[in-house]
T-cell receptor, first 115, second 111 residues
Framework: GAVVSQHPSWVICKSGTSVKIECRSL??????MFWYRQFPKQSLMLMAT?????????EQGVEKDKFLINHASLTLSTLTVTSAHPEDSSFYIC???????????FGSGTRLTVV | RKEVEQDPGPFNVPEGATVAFNCTYS??????FFWYRQDCRKEPKLLMS?????NEDGRFTAQLNRASQYISLLIRDSKLSDSATYLC????????????WGAGTKLIIKP
């Protein structure tokens, strides 16, 4: 089945620095990638939808200048958390669009801790 | 009202018991429905897609009632390994790709 490789799986960074998270689709092309954020004991919240070769679509309340998304190729989408603050600490996870089996393939997630 | 609502949980049940999860959704235009399972600090994994006719996969049975905008998941003969958070997921009515996630119901199976 489809596999999405997400890196890093966890990262600790200092407040004010930027962190880049990568999601790569292996053995298939992903024209669309969804980026989610999940705070402890809460549901996944869609942050943005990235489309290869075009600008990402951000959900209401998500700062596009803070969460930079790049989908420059059909196999790579990146999320950069710029000027990270402790409140950005969360579990970030990417997902492809629906496949033929009806499911969505997720990356393994990135646990970001900003200190 | 939340777009997707689930039982708040957690559910603590003995091994071997039958467990039922309930979920309601607000967008009548939604077309795709899923149950996902998420283990602690892991990514969600698809458990079942939910079809109008209802579907069963081993010990798991999913049902959909479009008129009531209600989805259920039944787990029979629960195992210790079933302990996880179960997430009800519905696609947006205006987009077949974007998903709305319930907050999840945590299930704890006790020996």
């Amino acid at each position: 089945g489809a596999v999405v490789s997400q890196h890093p799986s966890w990262v600790i960074c200092k407040s004010g620095t930027s962190v880049k998270i990568e999601c790569r689709s292996l053995d298939f092309q992903a024209t669309t990638m969804f980026w989610y954020r999940q705070f402890p004991k809460q549901s996944l919240m869609l942050m943005a939808t990235s489309n290869e070769g075009s600008k990402a679509t951000y959900e209401q309340g998500v700062e596009k200048d803070k969460f930079l998304i790049n989908h420059a190729s059909l196999t790579l989408s990146t999320l950069t958390v710029t000027s990270a603050h402790p409140e950005d600490s969360s579990f970030y996870i990417c997902s492809t669009e629906q496949d033929l089996s009806g499911g969505y393939t997720f990356g393994s997630g990135t646990r970001l801790t900003v200190v | 009202r939340k777009e997707v609502e689930q039982d708040p949980g957690p559910f603590n049940v003995p091994e071997g018991a039958t467990v039922a999860f309930n979920c309601t959704y607000s967008n009548s235009a939604s077309q795709s429905f899923f149950w996902y399972r998420q283990d602690c600090r892991k990514e969600p994994k698809l458990l079942m897609s939910v079809y109008s006719s209802g579907n069963e996969d081993g010990r798991f049975t999913a049902q959909l009632n479009r008129a009531s905008q209600y989805i259920s998941l039944l787990i029979r003969d629960s195992k210790l390994s079933d302990s996880a958070t179960y997430l009800c997921v519905v696609n947006r009515g205006d987009s077949n790709y974007q998903l709305i996630w319930g907050a999840g119901t945590k299930l704890i199976i006790k020996p």
